[in-house]
């Protein structure tokens, strides 16, 4: 039986419309496949046989249990602080999840979506290199995690089942999700990065922290001290203000 039911999710969320598959290689795939599609378009599936997590890593995506969506998105401008879109979505799931009660949701920079420092939700932001203006984005949630894939996983995760004992109703936590991100998406479009700071930084696990972040064969040392308008980690040494922008840095804390 289907975790989801599309035509639920659909009129519950208002989006443009919502492609649903039991089984697909990677729903981001599939809408960078179809960019002709209307902004807001959603694909759902319930198993990804090649999910896709960021840097080039697997995201495990096994059948029956989890949610793995994206969202194809058209903005009418170039001129977008682009790097910061991944930490937009970030704030726009906790939202969504902070709707359920007793899930503390913390964001870990740039957009790992973590409770109690396991990962809950990853999100990929993909573009065709030729055009910015469309994006797809893509969440994978752990909602029922199955024990035989979690061997797979190199990185403590959790799933919404061992959060809460309320039962989930799958449909409306999509469509949650979705209008989160949509109002989200609108309020980037018009006023860029600048009304997110804020929230970011109220769900940001490690503010705070001495932090290593490793870029390329450099690995600088310091505290995080926040984010910048692009959405970059601010890392101080002394006087010095490093921010480290997207791209390969993974921040492990030393404390
Ligand atoms: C991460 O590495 O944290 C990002 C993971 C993103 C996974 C989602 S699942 C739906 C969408 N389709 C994919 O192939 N990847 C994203």
């Known amino acids: ?67 793995y969506l994206s969202l194809l998105w058209h903005f009418p401008l170039q001129k977008l602080p682009w790097s910061s879109l991944s930490l937009v979505v970030g704030v726009a799931v906790a939202k969504a999840l902070a709707e359920y009660p007793n899930i503390a949701v913390n964001l870990k920079w740039p957009n790992d979506v973590m409770v109690a420092g396991n990962k809950l939700a990853g999100i990929l932001v993909e573009t065709l290199s030729r055009d910015k203006m469309t994006v797809v984005i893509g969440l994978g949630l752990n909602i029922h995690m199955p024990t035989n894939y979690r061997d797979d996983i190199q990185k403590p995760i959790t799933d919404l089942a061992s959060l809460t004992t309320n039962r989930i109703n799958p449909n409306l936590l999509v469509a949650t999700i979705l209008k989160q991100l949509v109002t989200a998406l609108e309020l980037f479009a018009k006023k860029g990065f600048a009304p997110f700071i804020a929230d970011w930084e109220s769900y940001h696990a490690n503010q705070g922290a001495l932090a290593s972040v490793s870029q390329g064969n450099t690995v600088i040392e310091g505290k995080i001290i926040g984010i910048n308008a692009e959405g970059a980690l601010l890392l101080q040494q002394g006087d010095i203000i490093t921010p480290i922008y997207s791209g390969e840095p993974s921040v492990k804390l030393i404390k």
Do not use: K
């Open 1 to 67: 039986m289907s975790l989801f039911d599309p035509q639920q999710i659909l009129t519950l969320s208002q989006v443009s419309g919502i492609q649903y598959f039991p089984s697909i290689d990677s729903t981001n795939q599939y809408l960078l496949q179809h960019t002709d599609y209307p902004s807001g378009y959603v694909c759902i599936a319930e198993q990804q046989t090649a999910g896709r997590g960021r840097n080039g890593r697997v995201w495990v995506s096994p059948p029956t249990g989890n949610l």
